[in-house]
């Protein structure tokens, strides 16, 4: 009357068990031997377990098979947990977007006041510049800066950023920005007499920029104080050494972010 008997036969896998992921260190006992011990890894496709002497054994993972905290369940191998590849930079630090093609070229622009200047600007902030479509131009000084912005002709859909160097209190440049007024340019920069001073000594393999007596070209004194000949073997040492943003002082770097966010700001 009452059927089969329920205590015939293997009972372990006549019922349904939950089955539990085998993490690290998860102590389970093997129903059939009474090996206990701590999941350390998979071989073969088997579970290996540890008891508390080091004593290691692999089980296959059939239905039922184990014990934890004495009631039946099934072990399963964890689903491998795909870790998202870590972010690409550029060197200016911005998230690198894949796939994306430079810009055509805006009729927004950003000057320096030199190649140097603009050397350092490609390295660091190269990439972003060609996804936005913005060109950055070298200028001979900024004596004529006011007869240069007005030949550009600057509006809501053409702006300027300039990016100046020694840019500081009763300077001449100081002087030269004060009579830009156009809303659609934008003239900011660093302290540095000269784009090198922007890259910090260490990465250039000095404790400091030399001081360099007022009267004689920066960049010559520079040289001299480090015994290279010719500045141009100075500035290819300096710029093969920048290889991103935090090879830079900060004051450039935020004049550049700045410039950048200045002429890249969307049309309505």
């Given at each position: 009357?009452?059927?089969?008997?329920?205590?015939?036969?293997?009972?372990?896998?006549?019922?349904v068990?939950?089955?539990?992921?085998a993490?690290?260190?998860?102590?389970?006992?093997?129903?059939?031997?009474?090996?206990?011990?701590?999941?350390?890894?998979?071989?073969?496709?088997?579970?290996?377990?540890?008891?508390?002497?080091?004593?290691?054994?692999?089980?296959?993972?059939?239905?039922?098979?184990?014990?934890?905290?004495?009631?039946?369940?099934?072990?399963?191998?964890?689903a491998?947990?795909?870790?998202?590849?870590?972010?690409?930079?550029?060197?200016?630090?911005?998230?690198?977007?894949?796939?994306?093609?430079?810009?055509?070229?805006?009729?927004?622009r950003?000057?320096?006041?030199?190649?140097?200047?603009?050397?350092?600007?490609?390295?660091?902030?190269?990439?972003?510049?060609?996804?936005?479509?913005?060109?950055?131009?070298?200028?001979d000084?900024?004596?004529?800066?006011?007869?240069?912005?007005?030949?550009?002709?600057?509006?809501?859909?053409?702006?300027?950023?300039?990016?100046?160097?020694?840019?500081?209190?009763?300077?001449?440049?100081?002087?030269?920005?004060?009579?830009?007024?156009?809303?659609?340019?934008?003239?900011?920069?660093?302290?540095?007499?000269?784009?090198?001073?922007?890259?910090?000594?260490?990465?250039?393999?000095?404790?400091?920029?030399?001081?360099?007596?007022?009267?004689?070209?920066?960049?010559?004194?520079v040289?001299?104080a480090?015994?290279?000949?010719?500045?141009?073997?100075?500035?290819?040492?300096?710029?093969?050494?920048?290889?991103?943003?935090?090879?830079?002082?900060?004051?450039?770097?935020?004049?550049?972010?700045?410039?950048?966010?200045?002429?890249?700001?969307?049309?309505?």
């Amino acid at each position: 009357m009452y059927g089969e008997d329920v205590l015939a036969g293997d009972w372990r896998r006549r019922r349904v068990t939950p089955e539990v992921d085998a993490e690290p260190d998860l102590v389970v006992e093997d129903a059939d031997s009474g090996f206990c011990g701590a999941v350390v890894g998979f071989e073969s496709g088997a579970v290996v377990l540890e008891d508390r002497h080091g004593r290691r054994r692999n089980f296959p993972l059939l239905p039922a098979a184990f014990l934890l905290d004495g009631r039946p369940v099934t072990l399963r191998r964890p689903a491998r947990v795909e870790v998202p590849a870590a972010r690409r930079r550029t060197a200016s630090g911005s998230v690198a977007v894949a796939g994306v093609r430079a810009q055509v070229a805006k009729a927004s622009r950003i000057w320096v006041e030199g190649i140097h200047d603009a050397a350092l600007v490609e390295r660091i902030w190269g990439d972003d510049l060609r996804i936005e479509g913005v060109v950055v131009e070298p200028l001979d000084g900024i004596d004529d800066l006011v007869a240069e912005v007005g030949r550009f002709e600057p509006g809501p859909d053409r702006r300027l950023g300039v990016l100046v160097d020694h840019l500081v209190a009763g300077s001449k440049e100081s002087r030269i920005v004060a009579s830009v007024t156009s809303p659609y340019v934008l003239v900011t920069g660093h302290p540095y007499v000269d784009v090198w001073q922007a890259v910090k000594p260490a990465k250039v393999g000095i404790r400091a920029w030399p001081q360099v007596p007022p009267g004689r070209p920066w960049k010559e004194g520079v040289c001299a104080a480090l015994g290279v000949a010719e500045p141009a073997d100075m500035w290819r040492h300096i710029l093969g050494r920048v290889d991103s943003f935090h090879d830079v002082e900060t004051p450039l770097i935020n004049a550049m972010e700045r410039l950048i966010d200045f002429v890249t700001v969307p049309q309505d």
